[in-house]
């Protein structure tokens, strides 16, 4: 498995951007698929998006398409996630996700990597 560590998190306004970026270590994140997802308390883990090895192949839940991006830079060995228009709905524990995969297609399950979390918290 390959371990990740997100960063980026904090407190803003809604309308605000930020930027959330997931460091991998262990393994090149190349020969992964990698998802970005979030939980609020008392609710299971929502799939946010997921970028394929090739970078070009991209998924979004409907609620962040046209605010949130997701890219990867392989030779970082790290994923981001640029949060533009943020909502309070938005707020949550963001988590990053690595799925070891031969395929370039997206998908939304089968992470088998997890980081431990941000924090990100959208006030009004």
């Known amino acids: 498995q390959v371990k990740l560590a997100e960063s980026g998190g904090g407190l803003v306004q809604t309308g605000d951007s930020l930027k959330l970026s997931c460091e991998a270590s262990?393994?090149?994140?190349?020969?992964?698929?990698m998802g970005w997802f979030r939980q609020v308390p008392g609710k299971g883990r929502e799939f946010v998006a997921v970028?394929?090895?090739?970078?070009?192949?991209?998924d979004y839940v409907d609620s962040v398409k046209g605010r949130f991006i997701i890219t990867r830079d392989n030779a970082k060995n790290t994923v981001y996630l640029q949060m533009n228009n943020l909502k309070p709905e938005d707020t949550a524990i963001y988590y990053c996700?690595?799925?070891?995969?031969?395929?370039?297609?997206?998908?939304?399950?089968?992470?088998?990597?997890w980081g431990q979390g941000t924090q990100v918290t959208v006030s009004s």
């Open positions: 262990g393994r090149p994140l190349s020969n992964h698929a």
């Open positions: 996700a690595a799925k070891f995969t031969f395929s370039t297609q997206t998908t939304r399950t089968g992470f088998d990597s």
């Open positions: 970028i394929g090895r090739h970078p070009g192949n991209t």
